[in-house]
């Protein structure tokens, strides 16, 4: 049981390009979700998925797309690289509790993101 | 409107001296989790603790306590005779069912430095 994995763990883009950051969880979770942390701002959401084919905008959405086309892959897209994206990226997946709420999200350990 | 604040900033004790560390939280909703975690000089998010809104027991864990406490939105985190190995930036966060399900809207942050 590997948990939340991310790649790459450090990645330099030029503005302009695009990549996609890779974020895999084996824990059958229905909830992920991908979050940017910056200096002094906490953790902000991008982009979350309640389960596989749906997918929905979080906070701070612009400039990243994402699709969830199984359970354990939610991968995260910059289709043309901005020097404001530069980040530490966070995956984090959830088995949600319903009417309940939230039960515990599990980060992967981040992709430090620079661009130039 | 859901909100999480940590007004400490940053934080420096010296090894053995307590510290605590506040989070107050704003939200409509009468069912919602908090939660705190860890972020050490690594970078990787480690869970430390989730309460529900329904349980105001306090909790101990070792060195770690927290104190949630309905009348203040108040749910702090204390460390009992601090360590070197406790620094780290600390973020305390909360899920409400007002919200998306499954996000967690996260305080700034909260650096704590402990010295030898």
């Known amino acids: 049981n590997a948990g939340v994995t991310q790649t790459p763990k450090f990645q330099v883009l030029k503005t302009g390009q695009s990549m996609t950051l890779q974020c895999a969880q084996d824990?059958?979770?229905?909830?992920m979700s991908w979050y940017r942390q910056d200096p002094g701002m906490g953790l902000r959401l991008i982009h979350y998925?309640?389960?596989?084919?749906?997918?929905d905008q979080g906070e701070v959405p612009n400039g990243y797309n994402v699709s969830r086309s199984t359970t354990e892959d939610f991968p995260l897209r910059l289709l043309s690289a901005a020097p404001s994206q530069t980040s530490v990226y966070f995956c984090?997946?959830?088995?949600?509790?319903?009417?309940?709420?939230?039960?515990?999200?599990?980060f992967g350990p981040g992709t430090r993101l620079t661009v130039l | 409107a859901q909100k999480v604040t940590q007004a400490q900033t940053e934080i420096s004790v010296v090894e053995k001296e307590d510290v605590t560390l506040d989070c107050v939280y704003e939200?409509?909703?009468?069912?919602?989790?908090l939660f705190w975690y860890k972020q050490p000089p690594s970078g990787e998010l480690v869970f430390l603790i989730r309460?529900?809104?329904?349980?105001?027991q306090n909790e101990i864990s070792g060195r770690y306590s927290w104190n949630f406490q309905k009348s203040t939105s108040s749910f702090n985190f204390t460390i009992t005779a601090s360590q070197v190995v406790d620094s780290a930036v600390y973020f305390c966060?909360?899920?409400?069912?007002?919200?998306?399900?499954?996000?967690?809207?996260f305080g700034r942050g909260t650096q704590l430095t402990v010295w030898p």
């Open positions: 984090a997946s959830t088995l949600t509790q319903g009417a309940h709420g939230t039960d515990t999200q599990y």
């Open positions: 824990m059958n979770h229905e909830y």
């Open positions: 998925s309640v389960g596989a084919g749906i997918t």
């Open positions: 939200t409509r909703d009468t069912t919602y989790y």
């Open positions: 309460r529900n809104s329904f349980d105001e």
């Open positions: 966060a909360l899920s409400d069912r007002g919200s998306t399900l499954g996000r967690l809207y």
